[in-house]
């Protein structure tokens, strides 16, 4: 007979002797642990949860939608909002003035609520509480805060851009100002308004009056030298007002597109599985806490028994 076969022998040899023991303590271990599992000594905890997709979200880097949405549920923002909303630091009975008091919050708040991403890049919110209903609010609060997280950040970039752009708007504005100024100048003092037809025209004129003898010749050439004058300035300016108009009316529709930007009231996840209360306890698994005890008083029970034989031996 083989060492194996002989230990497996000696471990059956064992378990039949001693059977009324050893089903003794099973149903001792089984009264106990069913007491001590049951409401009397551990409050039932109901599970809430929510499945959901990013939307709307601009990720970072080389980061996905997906990790950037567990990011912003990671936020202490959005831990801090929850816990003032349900006042969980009377609820768990935390003393806030206790100095310890922030991170046993943090660890009760993290065995409660579980963030995580699915296999199909979705993320699943699941809030365990004694109050099923509770249990519920908190995910959808959670989903909320998220949702004003992400439109915060988004309008802080908004408002940046914002910022460049409209120095750039009111640069080229101050420009055009500048610009038509000075045309509005010149058109009073010098009668300039259209150069090309005007150059047209006076030349038309004068060799008219020429023809005619030098009739009104005079008015004639006081046009024609302010055309040679001021009329190159003029016709650049014209050219430059008009490159400028272009610029500034694109500027604007891009300042345009930000402040709409920056009034929208964007949601920054898609639902798919909306948080709702179960009164189907998820905690404690009685059948498991039983289980567990019925085994490791066995085991123990065994190995005493082994400890007693040998020492008889």
Same mark, same amino acid.
């Given at each position: 007979?083989?060492?194996?076969?002989e230990?497996?022998?000696?471990?059956? =040899?064992?378990?039949?002797?001693?059977?009324?023991?050893?089903?003794?303590?099973?149903? &001792?271990?089984? !009264?106990?642990?069913?007491?001590?599992?049951?409401?009397?000594?551990?409050?039932?905890?109901?599970?809430?949860?929510?499945?959901?997709?990013?939307?709307?979200?601009?990720?970072?880097?080389?980061?996905?939608?997906s990790?950037?949405?567990? =990011?912003?549920?990671?936020? +202490?923002?959005?831990?801090?909002?929850?816990?003032?909303?349900?006042?969980?630091?009377?609820?768990?009975?935390?003393d806030?003035?206790?100095?310890?008091?922030?991170? $046993?919050?943090?660890?009760?708040?993290?065995?409660?609520?579980?963030?995580? $991403?699915?296999?199909?890049?979705?993320?699943?919110?699941? &809030?365990?509480?004694?109050?099923?209903? $509770?249990?519920?609010?908190?995910?959808?609060? !959670?989903i909320?805060?998220?949702?004003?997280?992400?439109?915060?950040?988004?309008?802080?970039?908004?408002?940046?851009?914002?910022?460049?752009?409209?120095? =750039?708007?009111?640069?080229?504005?101050?420009? /055009?100002?500048?610009?038509?100024?000075?045309?509005?100048?010149? $058109? /009073?003092?010098?009668?300039?308004?259209?150069?090309?037809?005007?150059?047209?025209?006076?030349?038309? +004129?004068?060799? %008219?009056?020429?023809?005619?003898?030098?009739?009104? *010749?005079?008015? !004639?050439?006081?046009?024609?030298?302010?055309?040679?004058?001021?009329?190159?300035?003029?016709? =650049?300016?014209?050219?430059?007002?008009?490159? *400028?108009?272009? +610029?500034?009316?694109?500027?604007?529709l891009? #300042?345009?597109?930000?402040? %709409?930007?920056?009034n929208?009231?964007?949601?920054?996840?898609? &639902?798919?599985?909306?948080?709702?209360?179960?009164?189907?306890?998820? #905690?404690?698994?009685?059948?498991?806490?039983?289980?567990?005890?019925?085994?490791s008083?066995?085991?123990?029970?065994?190995?005493?028994?082994? /400890?007693?034989?040998?020492?008889?031996?």
């Amino acid at each position: 007979m083989s060492e194996y076969t002989e230990a497996s022998y000696n471990f059956i =040899q064992l378990i039949i002797k001693r059977k009324i023991h050893f089903i003794v303590v099973s149903l &001792v271990a089984i !009264i106990v642990a069913s007491l001590f599992s049951s409401p009397w000594f551990i409050k039932p905890r109901y599970k809430s949860f929510a499945i959901l997709y990013p939307s709307n979200i601009t990720p970072y880097s080389e980061e996905s939608a997906s990790e950037q949405m567990l =990011q912003l549920f990671g936020s +202490s923002d959005i831990r801090n909002a929850v816990v003032k909303k349900f006042n969980l630091y009377s609820y768990y009975k935390i003393d806030s003035a206790d100095k310890s008091a922030t991170v $046993r919050m943090m660890d009760m708040y993290e065995s409660r609520v579980e963030v995580s $991403r699915t296999q199909y890049e979705s993320i699943e919110i699941s &809030v365990l509480d004694e109050d099923p209903k $509770r249990a519920s609010e908190m995910v959808e609060e !959670i989903i909320h805060c998220m949702n004003l997280k992400a439109r915060e950040l988004q309008r802080e970039k908004s408002r940046e851009v914002e910022v460049v752009i409209k120095n =750039q708007l009111d640069l080229k504005k101050r420009n /055009v100002d500048s610009i038509d100024a000075r045309l509005h100048e010149l $058109r /009073v003092k010098y009668q300039l308004f259209d150069y090309d037809m005007q150059v047209k025209e006076v030349t038309k +004129s004068y060799l %008219k009056a020429v023809a005619a003898g030098g009739k009104n *010749l005079k008015e !004639i050439d006081v046009m024609m030298r302010n055309l040679e004058e001021k009329g190159g300035e003029y016709y =650049q300016l014209q050219k430059t007002m008009k490159a *400028l108009l272009e +610029s500034y009316n694109i500027t604007k529709l891009e #300042y345009d597109v930000v402040v %709409k930007d920056l009034n929208k009231e964007l949601t920054y996840s898609n &639902v798919v599985t909306k948080p709702a209360p179960s009164f189907i306890k998820a #905690y404690p698994v009685r059948w498991l806490i039983v289980l567990a005890s019925v085994a490791s008083t066995n085991l123990l029970l065994f190995i005493l028994f082994i /400890v007693l034989d040998s020492r008889k031996k």
